[in-house]
């Protein structure tokens, strides 16, 4: 699976942003499906994350009530749509696939996009 995470960009604090993310491949419904961010100089971390149904959804408590994830099996896409965004958010944000389910470590996660750059302005 080669995945690819585009829409990120420049928002201001309070704004709102959608990420998607393509990815390649007939399996695409047998994953589930996260997004992880990472900061300068932090590690990085778990945002949100769907069951390959699209039936479960998890998120980080950081993002809770204010970002949304949802897939789209038949265009094999994943979103990320992010409202009421905060300076804290500024990160690369990653997609990623997993074989094993729904997951919160980067360790459970079997392929990697290559990162969209968010950047909030207070």
């Known amino acids: 699976v080669q995945l690819q995470a585009s829409g990120g960009g420049l928002a201001q604090a309070g704004g709102s942003l959608r990420l998607s993310c393509a990815a390649s491949?007939?399996?695409?419904?047998?994953?589930?499906m996260g997004w992880f961010r990472q900061a300068p100089g932090k590690e990085r971390e778990f945002v949100s994350a769907i069951r390959w149904s699209g039936g479960s959804t998890v998120y980080a408590d950081s993002v809770k009530g204010r970002f949304t994830i949802s897939r789209d099996n038949a265009k094999n896409l994943v979103y990320l749509q992010m409202n009421n965004l905060k300076p804290e958010d500024t990160a690369v944000y990653y997609c990623?696939?997993?074989?094993?389910?729904?997951?919160?470590?980067?360790?459970?996660?079997?392929?990697w996009g290559q990162g969209t750059q968010v950047t909030v302005s207070s």
């Open positions: 491949g007939r399996t695409f419904s047998s994953y589930a």
């Open positions: 990623a696939a997993a074989t094993s389910g729904v997951g919160v470590l980067a360790f459970e996660y079997d392929y």
